[in-house]
């Protein structure tokens, strides 16, 4: 499970892949609280990115309102994983401006912190504990004092219980909640790592290429899902299955060399010739 270090999650006072909190030299921060009454949930501003060289993030200016769900589309390399990278604290970029809300300056937090503050990343590959049910993996993944000591004592009180509850309801997978989560099929295992996160109560869930390998039936199926969480939370989905976007968009940003091409609905989009140009022609 090395691309989504759940000690973040499990045991939030350490540094994810790090033993020492101060390694990288940002310290606590505790972050303010969300404040969207702007209504944007996230603001990129002049966002650039340079690795040996290579411009992986070009002035990327990038802004999500609250509660919409907003699909990331684009070819290989261009920079759509750099800027998921550097949302939640992975990559510090060369130069820009990344804001949660109009009080939590992202460049500040460690990846901890970022999810504290209530961002939520799904990568492509499902990473769940497959040794233990689904409910056990929703209990883990509850935002609650899950320090070690706190772990030991930790007991579910009524509105906890309530809350897995509902999100089994929300996965689908109420009737597999004793189920060892490794029996799950891939889409299952998709939906149970959603779960999980929706457990610590994301503000905004980013969410990378979430079909890739299910079946039509899982597709349509996540789909529904995610029309379900949107606007209860604001999604932005990294994605290439093209029906799957025309299923769930309202508006799609195009990105191309580490920055936007084009923005708007699906059907504008796939109607501009630089678009079919540089990835929909291909």
Same mark, same amino acid.
């Given at each position: &499970? ?81 800027? &998921? ?27 901890? %912190? ?78 149970? %790592?959603?779960? &999980? ?38 999604? &932005?989905?990294? %994605? ?43």
């Amino acid at each position: &499970m090395a691309e989504l270090d759940w000690r973040a999650i499990v045991y939030p006072d350490t540094e994810a892949g790090s033993g020492d909190a101060g390694a990288a030299g940002y310290g606590h921060v505790r972050p303010a609280g969300l404040d969207t009454s702007h209504g944007v949930a996230l603001y990129l501003d002049d966002i650039s990115v340079s690795f040996d060289g290579f411009k992986a993030l070009n002035k990327l200016s990038l802004t999500i309102g609250v509660g919409e769900l907003r699909c990331i589309i684009g070819p290989n390399g261009a920079g759509k994983t750099t800027m &998921m990278d550097v949302i939640t604290g992975k990559t510090r970029p060369d130069e820009g401006q990344a804001w949660f809300g109009q009080t939590i300056d992202l460049l500040k937090l460690r990846e901890a %912190e970022v999810v504290a503050a209530g961002i939520g990343r799904k990568f492509q590959k499902p990473t769940v504990f497959e040794d233990l049910s689904v409910q056990d993996n929703l209990e883990l993944a509850l935002k609650a004092d899950k320090r070690v000591r706190g772990t030991l004592r930790f007991r579910l009180n009524a509105e906890q219980r309530d809350r897995i509850e509902e999100v089994l309801g929300l996965i689908g997978l109420h009737d597999q909640a004793a189920r060892r989560a490794g029996d799950l099929s891939h889409g299952q295992k998709q939906w149970l %790592e959603i779960g &999980m996160l929706l457990m610590l109560e994301p503000k905004l869930l980013l969410l990378d290429e979430p079909v890739a390998g299910m079946t039509d039936f899982e597709t349509d199926r996540t789909a529904e899902l995610f029309v379900s969480l949107a606007g209860r939370h604001t999604l &932005m989905v990294v %994605e290439h299955d093209m029906e799957f976007v025309r299923k769930i968009a309202h508006k799609v940003t195009v990105l191309h060399e580490g920055s936007v091409l084009a923005e708007g609905s699906l059907e504008q989009v796939q109607a501009d010739p630089r678009v079919v140009e540089v990835y929909l022609g291909r």
